[in-house]
Structures are given as structure tokens and as C-alpha cells.
T-cell receptor, first 111, second 116 residues
């Protein structure tokens, strides 16, 4: 499986935008970039995913570099509830592909 | 709609006892994943199924662990005999996988297992 590299942690201020980086220099053409997050004492939850183009949904935006070797998850206005571990994961196409979690990045949000 | 339902939420048992964790998939989903989470090792994929068929069980620690899908909406993860090092939070997740763009995974709330 192609691997991702994320910083261990990041701090942000409430109501400010947050940019969470992810490097995936060995990404293959069939790998989707997925982001999940895990709030304290909960199971992981899906945030967003994309292949080549930038993606937006109600939770966040995903900006994908043109060479696809890096991506950035953007939370437009951080809230205290966004404090969590965020995982950037590569998942290949096809019904039998698996989702393998790394260590993720721990986001802290200051009031 | 009900999400992924796991039971029990908490289990405390003694070393050597059999443990069975249960998972009910979201209706209509066809893929099932079992994960284990510890502080030391993070989230580990144990096994996953697609259309009731085990696809990859390379993450199952050893023969003491077994997982089944007796029907399309239900799965069990069994540990026999249990050991203290099996203490962890066990998550199951389901998804609807079809075609090239695989679906998002929906996770249950987890089963916290403590083996004394």
C-alpha cells in the first residue's frame, strides 16, 4: 500500500481556517485520497475523498496538488468539536480495496 | 436510519475465556471491516469481507481470532482463548462498494474489551 506522511499534531484557533497537510509521494494512478477523523471516544468518521480534482462538501474541502503527491484538508472555520485525529489514507479503486489507517494528525482547537 | 450497531459496548473477561463481538451492518451495505485500536498500535485492520466473502484476513493476529458473516447483515469476531494483550477497542465498519469509486466506511461505536 502506498503510504502517507502527516505531521504529528497541529493547533488552531476557533473560528479560523485550518489546513491539514498530507504527503503521498508514492501515490499510484488508481489511488483515491481519503480523509477520516476520529473524535475522542468515538469511531472514525468519513470526511471527504477525491482523486484528482479539488472536492468540497459540507464538512471540509480537499485540495489536491497537480502531481497528486500531496493534498490538504481544509476546515473553513474550526470549532471546538473539530478537535480530533485526522487520517489521510490512500485507497485503491475497486470493490475489494481496503482502508489502512496510519497515525494521523492530532488537531487541537483553542477557544 | 440506524448506523452500524456493535455489541457489547464493554466487555470485561478473564484470560482464557471466549469472547464474541457482534456487528450489524447498515442495511444494503455489502462490505464489512473489523479493526482493532490500541494506544500502542493505533487502528489496525484485522479482516474485511465483500459480499460475505473474506477478502483479506492478513491482519488477524493469530488462530485465536476468527471472524464470520453468517448472513449479509451480521458479523461476529471471536477470540478463543482470550489473552490480556487482546485488550483493545474493536470497531466494525460497513460500506457499499460498487464499481471503481469505493464507498465511504461507516463505523460503529466500538466494543471495548478488557481481558484480565
Amino acid at each position: 500500500d502506498a503510504k502517507t506522511t502527516q505531521p504529528n499534531s497541529m493547533e488552531s484557533n476557533e473560528e479560523e481556517p485550518v489546513h491539514l497537510p498530507c504527503n503521498h509521494s508514492t501515490i499510484s494512478g488508481t489511488d483515491y485520497i481519503h480523509w477520516y477523523r476520529q473524535l475522542p471516544s468515538q469511531g472514525p468518521e468519513y470526511v471527504i475523498h477525491g482523486l484528482t480534482s479539488n472536492v468540497n462538501n459540507r464538512m471540509a474541502s480537499l485540495a489536491i496538488a497537480e502531481d497528486r503527491k500531496s493534498s490538504t484538508l481544509i476546515l473553513h472555520r474550526a470549532t471546538l468539536r473539530d478537535a480530533a485525529v485526522y487520517y489521510c489514507i490512500l485507497r485503491s479503486t475497486g470493490a475489494n480495496s481496503k482502508l489502512t489507517f496510519g497515525k494521523g494528525i492530532t488537531l487541537s482547537v483553542r477557544p | 436510519d440506524a448506523g452500524v450497531i456493535q455489541s457489547p459496548r464493554h466487555e470485561v473477561t478473564e484470560m482464557g475465556q471466549e469472547v464474541t463481538l457482534r456487528c450489524k451492518l447498515i442495511s444494503g451495505h455489502n462490505s464489512l471491516f473489523w479493526y482493532r485500536q490500541t494506544m500502542m498500535r493505533g487502528l489496525e485492520l484485522l479482516i474485511y469481507f465483500n459480499n460475505n466473502v473474506p477478502i483479506d484476513d492478513s491482519g488477524m493476529p493469530e488462530d485465536r481470532f476468527s471472524a464470520k458473516m453468517p448472513n449479509a447483515s451480521f458479523s461476529t469476531l471471536k477470540i478463543q482463548p482470550s489473552e490480556p494483550r487482546d485488550s483493545a477497542v474493536y470497531f466494525c465498519a460497513s460500506s457499499l462498494s460498487a464499481g471503481v469509486d469505493t464507498g465511504e466506511l461507516f463505523f460503529g461505536e466500538g466494543s471495548r474489551l478488557t481481558v484480565l
